[in-house]
Structure formats: structure tokens, C-alpha cells
């Protein structure tokens, strides 16, 4: 009798959800057939884009951008503050300039061009350091000097070491002629930020020393330049990036997760101190250390400094936020999935809808039953998100199909713009240049971010065809798994 009713109970199993929208669910592959469903998911269930023509920037030419544009910030700022004005007496200045450049502070301004062509300096000693272990410590036998191949390397060092060479002493004449003068609280207020940046990557230098001799042994060791070269680098590698989202296994796109969102917040992280440093020097240091006898308005170094601070930002961001980072989290939701709530508690009628198990991958439209309540899988093909986690929720809208994420940094940086082209509407002369030649700036990172907008959106339509249907590749997995 219980082998007879066990019978009919597997007769009649095919035949209770015949009018739901969990018909595939009994076509889902088993946990025996995880291997030939992962292989085939992750095969098909992640569009590919053009990675050639949506690679991000080389890091010398987006420092390259980011100085130009703190260039022009500081030009626009000094045009404001020394203009001269149509009332002064005409013979006191004998020189015929719309500037007074005779009463700008030579130390400051080259100063805050120090602060500004310190972003270069971590390219500089990358290309120093990578020509001198080219040469294979070879660098002073004369064999080596001859040799013409070796002139590309010895003119690297030469101009790389001279940069950096000419940046430190420059830095420490003025420190060492402001403090020669008493003049303590300019040295406070010029070096603050390079000190705290410079404690700040010795800490980090210090803690990855000590790291690697617990983890090696006391005999492990490392150059200045190796250690210096991975302190500065916060985020996760790219080849650990490009992995995400291959598997289909449910733990690891839940781990996969929260790397990405430990990663993702250090990102935005690190590029807000480099905007704050970049308002500092131009806004404040120029107005605090501007002569009394000239007139300025004490509230525009606030309004130019949030620009700053905004436009910074949102440089930073569409770098170290690129497209071929953001593809990676794309397809960590397309193996995420996501749970919509059914309105109303689960009664007796809904009995046959399966329960949410922990571990376990559902199709589109699966139903199934949670603490008291019905959820519907709104996933692309797998859904291994668990119902009612806001985390994952969350994660799936911001980085998912709706592309979010894009659409906010164009809409950021619209609104920059659309606030500069409103300072621009009643300014003067002297502000129209300052906001004009940021705007341009502003222009180019908009272009760049709507590309790449248009391209993702086009290649995520065209890479799922209708022979990607969930129902399709369902019935393919269950072929490949009998």
C-alpha cells in the first residue's frame, strides 16, 4: 500500500502546477546535474560587449584629464580674485593688464601647482622603478651605456627622476623659506594635506610589510617600490573582477556579492579625498593667502569649491566605475535574480507551491512559499537571491538590467552642468571664464558616460535573442543533463 500511494502521488505530481507560472520548475536540473547546468548557464547567460571599445582609461591619461581640468579651476579662480577693475587709478599701474600679476604670491601659486602635479607622481615612480629593473642593475657598467637599446631606459629615469627630484626640493624650499620667516601657520596650512597623505601611505606601507612576514616568514623580502606599489592599490584586481558572475552556484554569487559591494564602497571611498584636496588648494588656499587690499566676494570660494568637489567626483567615479567594471556585476545578477512579494498570506490553496529552500536555484516565475508568504522569481535565469534580503534587492536594482547605475552618473553630471550654465547666467566677466573652462571638462566626462550608456544598453539587447528565452534554455539544461 505506501508503494501504491507513493505511485500515485508521482502520477499526479507532473499535474499540480499545470496552470501556474512555474511549469519549467520540474525541468530544473537536480544538484547532480549542477555541473552541466553551470556550464551551460554561464555560457549563455552573460552578454558580451565590445571590451576593446569600452576599456577605461590608461591611468596616465585620466591623471593627465584630472589635471588639466584642476588647471583650469585655479586658472579661473586667480582670473577672479586679481582682475583688475575699470575704477582703479590708471597711474598706479603703469602695465597695461586686465591682471594684477605683481600682486599674486609667486610661492602659493607654485605651491598648489606642486599639490596639482603631485597626482602625477605615482606614474612617475612606476616608470622609474620599471626602466631600472630593466636594465637589470646593469645601470652603471659601462656596456650597458652603450648599448643603444638601453637609451629609452636611461632617458626614462632620467626624466621621471628629475621630476621627481625637482617636485621634493621645490616643495621644501617654500616650507623651508616660510618657516626661515616665522610664518608657521602658512606651513600648517600649505603642507596639511601632503603630510596626512604621506602618514597616511607610510601606515599602509608599514601594515603590508608586517603582513607579508607573518604570512611568508620573517625572510620574505620586498623593495620600497613593490610595497609602495601595492599600498596604493585599494581595489580588487581586475582578473578577480572579470570572474564575477561565471558560476551559477548560489554561494558563490552570494559571496561574489559582497566582495563586489566591499570593492564598490572603497571605490567611492577613495575618490572623495582627492576632491576635497583638489578644492582645498585652489578655492581656499588662493583666497586666504590673497592680499587684503583685494576685493572678492567671500562666498564665491564656496560655490567654486562645491563644483570643484562635484566635478572631482564624478571624474573619479566614471573612471574607477568603468563599463568593463560594472559588466561584472551585471552578470553577477543575472545568477542573482530577484524575489517579488505576492500580495496577501500564504493560505491552503497554496499548498502546492514548493518551499524556498536554502542552496537551491529557481527559474523565472517559480512561486514558492516563505515565512507565511509567496514570492515570484523575477530573475533572468536562475534566481539565487533569498526573498525579503534588501541587500540583494537592492543590489539587483542598482547594478541589474535597469542600468541604474548609468543612469545616475549621466543625470549627476547633468545637474553639475545645469548648475554651472545657472552661475553663467548672471555672472560677470571674470566668473564667465572660470565656469566656461570647466564646463568643457564637464562636456567631455558627459559624452563619455553617454557612449557608454547606449553602447551597454545595445549590446544587452542584442545579446539576448529570443533563443535565450528562460523556457528554452530550461528545456536545453534538462536535454544536456539526461
Known sequence: MPKKAKSEKSKKEPLKNKNSANDNFDKYPKKSDSSTSNKILAQISTPQIPCDALQPWSEAFHTGFIMFYLFDALCGQHIYLYKR?????????????????????????????????????????????????????????????????NISEYLTIFIMGSFMQIWFITLL???CHYLSSGNYMAVILLSLPIFIKSVITMYHIIFLAQKCRKRFGPNVSMSYFDLHQEARNFFLSQEVINHFGESSD??????????????????????????????????????????????????????????????????????????????????ITCQLGQWIKIDGPANSQDAEDPEWRDGERYPKGTIVRWNNQRWKAMGKFVNAARPGQRRESSFFRVFGPSLFLYIFMICFQVTILSFQLAL????????????????FCGYWNLFRLVRNYITIEKCYQLGSPMCYEPEIILSRISQASQ
Not at 115 to 125: T, V
Not at 131 to 148: K, N, P
Not at 424 to 439: F, G, N, S, T, V
Open 250 to 331: 548560489v554561494r558563490k554569487t552570494r559571496l561574489d556579492i559582497h566582495q563586489f559591494l566591499d570593492d564598490f564602497g572603497v571605490r567611492l571611498a577613495c575618490a572623495i579625498p582627492s576632491a576635497l584636496e583638489g578644492a582645498y588648494y585652489i578655492c581656499y588656499i588662493s583666497y586666504i593667502f590673497c592680499p587684503a587690499n583685494i576685493a572678492s566676494d567671500a562666498a564665491w570660494p564656496t560655490v567654486h569649491s562645491i563644483m570643484i568637489i562635484m566635478n572631482m567626483l564624478i571624474f573619479q567615479l566614471s573612471h574607477t566605475i568603468s563599463p568593463i567594471y560594472l559588466h561584472s556585476a551585471y552578470k
Open 173 to 175: 624650499t617654500i616650507i
Open 424 to 439: 553663467m547666467h548672471d555672472a560677470e566677466y571674470d566668473r564667465l571664464i572660470a565656469i566656461c573652462c570647466e564646463q
Open 85 to 149: 577693475y575699470w575704477w582703479w587709478p590708471a597711474g598706479v599701474y603703469s602695465q597695461s593688464s586686465a591682471m594684477n600679476t605683481d600682486m599674486i604670491d609667486t610661492r602659493i601659486l607654485v605651491f598648489i601647482l606642486l599639490a596639482i602635479f603631485q597626482y602625477a607622481l605615482p606614474i612617475c615612480l612606476d616608470k622609474f622603478t620599471e626602466a631600472w629593473r630593466r636594465l637589470d642593475g646593469e645601470i652603471f657598467s659601462v656596456r650597458s651605456i652603450v648599448t643603444r637599446s
